[in-house]
C-alpha cells in the first residue's frame, strides 16, 4: 500500500469567516492575524455567494502560500460551505469554527486557529500512525535503527517515526531526516506500539522476500 500524502504542518492558514452574504478572510501565521480583503454579495443566492468565496479562498491560497483553510460561520454555515468547496480546497480544510463575520474577531480567529490545528495534527498522526502500522506488513515500511538507517542512506524515506527510545541511533536517524527535509512523528504512549526506537514510512515498496523451504520468511521485520 502506497504511503499517504504527507500533510504538513497548516500554517499558514487561511480563515474564512462567512455567512450567507458576507465573507471576511484572514491570513493567520503562528500567533498573527492578518485580515485581508472581505467580499459581500447582497444581490446573490447563497450558491452564488459561496462560489465567490470559494474563487477568492483559491486566489488567496495561491498568492499567500496557504497550506491549510479554516472555515467558519454562524450555526451550520461553515459546514454547508465546506460541502460546496472543490475537492481541491475541500482538502485543505484543517477544521470548522462558529463566528459571525460581523462581530469577528482577530482573537477569536487565532483561537480558532489553534484548536483547529491541534485538531488536525491529531489527525494526521493517527492516519500516518495506522499507515505505518498496515506497511510493516507489506513491505512500505521499514521498523528498528538498521532498517531505518539504510533506508535513510539510500533517501528512501517519506516519513521518519520516533517512539520512546531517545539513543544516539535514533538521535542520528532524526538529524538525517531534517537533513533530507523528511517529516518527523512523534509517536507517544500505546499508539507507538509498532516502533523498536525508530521506523518509516517508505517512498516505494521493499521487495518482500519469498518464503522459506520450512515456511519462514527470511529477512521479514519483526515488531
Known amino acids: 500500500m502506497p504511503a499517504p500524502d504527507i ?68 450555526g451550520t454555515v461553515a459546514r454547508a460551505f465546506r460541502r460546496s468547496l472543490p475537492a481541491g480546497l475541500a482538502a485543505r480544510v484543517i477544521g470548522t469554527a462558529e463566528l459571525s463575520p460581523l462581530e469577528v474577531t482577530a482573537p477569536a480567529v487565532r483561537r480558532a486557529t489553534s484548536r483547529a490545528r ?53 538521535a542520528g536517524a532524526i538529524a538525517e531526516a531534517r537533513r533530507q527535509r523528511v517529516p518527523v512523528c512523534v509517536v507517544r504512549g500505546g499508539s507507538a506500539a509498532p516502533l523498536t526506537g525508530v521506523a518509516a514510512l517508505l517512498r516505494h515498496a521493499e521487495v518482500r522476500p519469498r518464503k522459506a523451504s520450512g515456511g519462514r520468511t527470511r529477512g521479514a521485520i519483526r515488531c
Not at 10 to 24: C, E, G, I, K, S
Not at 60 to 73: E, M, S
Not at 136 to 152: D, K, P, R, S
Open 118 to 170: 491541534q485538531g488536525h495534527r491529531r489527525g494526521v498522526a493517527a492516519r500516518l500512525v495506522a499507515a505505518l502500522r498496515a506497511g510493516i506488513e507489506t513491505g512500505w515500511a521499514v521498523n528498528g535503527t538498521t532498517a531505518v538507517a539504510a533506508a535513510l542512506q539510500r533517501r528512501r524515506v517519506r516519513v521518519l517515526f520516533v517512539g520512546g527510545d531517545d539513543g544516539a541511533e535514533v
Open 7 to 74: 500533510a504538513r504542518d497548516p500554517d499558514p492558514v487561511v480563515a474564512v469567516v462567512l455567512d450567507r452574504t458576507h465573507a471576511r478572510f484572514f491570513e493567520v501565521s503562528g500567533t498573527r492575524v492578518t485580515e485581508v480583503t472581505g467580499l459581500v454579495s447582497p444581490d446573490s443566492r447563497r450558491d452564488g455567494h459561496y462560489a465567490a468565496t470559494a474563487r477568492r479562498l483559491l486566489h488567496l491560497k495561491r498568492v499567500r502560500g496557504a497550506r491549510g483553510l479554516l472555515l467558519a460561520g454562524p
